[in-house]
């Protein structure tokens, strides 16, 4: 007997999700006692106390399974945005609602066009059911190209991604030039846009993709609770869909895909709007001392609207280690010129440029 008779041999050349080093293995490694995650944009502070208090709370009834139908959240979630609860759908990560999206639209040999590069799950989705990868490089300003998108477009196209602000860059596409892609799109092709780091960006000319859903053209928005709102490891991400997809959906999904604990912290985290407020400011004050850091030393990168920065090198694998042997994790693309680091609490901003102007003096320039 042979696995590979067994195993479905098209998953052979796929790599599963490979997630940035963990703290303790860097303290290992570096001897460093202080070891700063900075590869994965999660949030430096934990979640808000609300949710904690609420969390708390609901651990001795772990015993239930959780309401599968992820009623209260989904009904908050469609009363902030004045959207329909049956066009809400909450699931295991806004990471999941992607796969999810492509197993009910994908046939193989189907294209899925998506921007390069970005988040690696829409290069792993397209893998998972057989589609055929249409890889749109970004424009000059790292963000999403979204005429050469457009013209990518094919009748084969079932499903475009777009991810705005793009991971790992930062960078944003206008309103403008959205509406006209919107405008232009053909009706056969399911847009989605995942604004994962929506709540992050302060640009006036960012466009809230929610703008342009209105439950009938097939237009997808996905955000999650992982980044401004701490709860990454909980797993809770949402997005909003005409009826039909989340009928879809609903048939395919795990039957009780978003556990308890997630949904009760979801819920309270959306009440707390000043601790969001006061996240936003904060985030949006250390990316100036880094930026600053990175014009002194002469290292170019792209202005950003999220929660971490990518920066050139033309030596990332050297930098990247000199790095982690000063305590800071960055997220690395292999041989790409280029790292991506996060943004921390103040300290962990002090830490990161004391870090980056000692692997400059050391390296002789990052
Ligand atoms: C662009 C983008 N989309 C989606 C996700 C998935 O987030 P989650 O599954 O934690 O909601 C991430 C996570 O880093 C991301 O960067």
């Not at 999206?101 to 998506?114: F, K, S």
């Not at 970005?118 to 000059?140: C, E, I, R």
Request: charged residues 20%; hydrophobic residues 45%.
């Amino acid at each position: 007997m042979s696995w590979d008779d067994i195993i479905r041999p098209d998953l052979a050349p796929l790599a599963p999700y490979a997630p940035g080093l963990r703290a303790s293995q860097v303290r290992e490694r570096s001897g460093k006692d202080v070891v700063l995650k900075l590869s994965s944009n999660e949030h430096p502070c934990g979640p808000v106390p609300m949710a904690v208090e609420a969390m708390k709370a609901v651990l001795p009834r772990m015993n239930r399974y959780p309401d599968g139908g992820v009623n209260a959240l989904r009904h908050k979630l469609a009363d902030i945005h004045g959207v329909p609860f049956e066009q809400v759908v909450v699931s295991n990560g806004s990471n999941e609602l992607l796969r999810l999206l492509a197993q009910v639209l994908i046939r193989p040999g189907d294209e899925i066009v998506y921007p390069w590069p970005s988040f690696v799950v829409y290069k792993m989705v397209a893998d998972m059911f057989a589609a055929t990868h249409v890889q749109v490089p970004l424009d000059g300003a790292f963000a999403n190209d979204l005429d050469a998108i457009l013209a990518a477009i094919t009748e084969r196209t079932r499903l475009v991604f777009l991810c705005n602000p793009n991971n790992p860059t930062g960078a944003i596409y206008g309103r403008e030039a959205f509406a006209q892609f919107m405008d232009a799109v053909p009706p056969h092709v399911v847009v989605v846009i995942d604004e994962a780091y929506f709540e992050f960006a302060t640009s006036a000319d960012y466009p809230d993709g929610l703008d342009w859903f209105d439950g009938e053209r097939p237009v997808v928005v996905t955000r999650t609770f992982s980044k401004i709102y701490s709860l990454a490891g909980l797993r809770v991400g949402y997005g909003f869909m005409p009826e039909p997809l989340v009928c879809a959906i609903d048939k395919v999904r795990e039957p009780f895909n978003v556990n308890t604990v997630g949904q009760i912290a979801a819920y309270y985290s959306l009440d707390d709007h000043a601790e969001v407020r006061r996240r936003r400011q904060e985030n949006q004050e250390q990316k100036v001392y880094l930026y600053s850091c990175f014009d002194r030393l002469g290292v170019s990168y792209v202005p950003s609207e999220t929660n971490f920065v990518y920066f050139m090198t033309d030596r990332p694998v050297e930098v990247f280690e000199a790095l982690l042997e000063e305590g800071v994790i960055v997220r690395d693309f292999g041989d790409a010129p280029a790292l991506r680091v996060g943004i921390g609490t103040p300290e962990d901003t002090f830490m990161t440029i004391a870090a980056l102007e000692a692997v400059a003096a050391r390296l002789g320039s990052i």
